[in-house]
């Protein structure tokens, strides 16, 4: 099992940046897929962005494209998230998530095995 927690939330501006972190213990770090997802409140958890190991590739929701750059340094176990030109409605609880299939279905919460505690980011507008 990985243990996941992540880092870097607070409250930011509306156009200011954040870079959020999620380190990851346990079983080998460099053997999972990594995903962000968000969770904004009276709304279900949605899919941000994910990472592969080898590549790597990536993957963004359409709304933080060109915005958030999702990146990895699997020395420290550490996957981050680069988050550019906030707005107010990228505000939510932000979970980081890992997975061991080999298949790549980054964008269902059900491909994940293991999750963070979440961390909160508040844009002002």
């Known amino acids: 099992q990985v243990q996941l927690v992540e880092s870097g939330g607070g409250l930011v501006q509306a156009g200011g940046s954040l870079r959020l972190s999620c380190a990851a213990s346990?079983?080998?770090?460099?053997?999972?897929?990594m995903g962000w997802f968000r969770q904004a409140p009276g709304k279900e958890r949605e899919f941000v962005a994910a990472i592969t190991l080898s590549g790597p590739s990536t993957s963004y929701t359409d709304s933080v494209k060109g915005r958030f750059t999702i990146s990895r340094d699997n020395a420290k176990n550490t996957v981050y998230l680069q988050m550019n030109s906030l707005k107010a409605e990228d505000t939510a609880v932000y979970y980081c998530?890992?997975?061991?299939?080999?298949?790549?279905?980054?964008?269902?919460?059900?491909?994940?095995?293991?999750w963070g505690q979440g961390t909160q980011v508040t844009v002002s507008s």
């Open positions: 998530a890992s997975s061991p299939n080999k298949y790549y279905n980054p964008r269902s919460p059900t491909y994940y095995n293991a």
């Open positions: 346990g079983r080998t770090f460099s053997s999972y897929t």
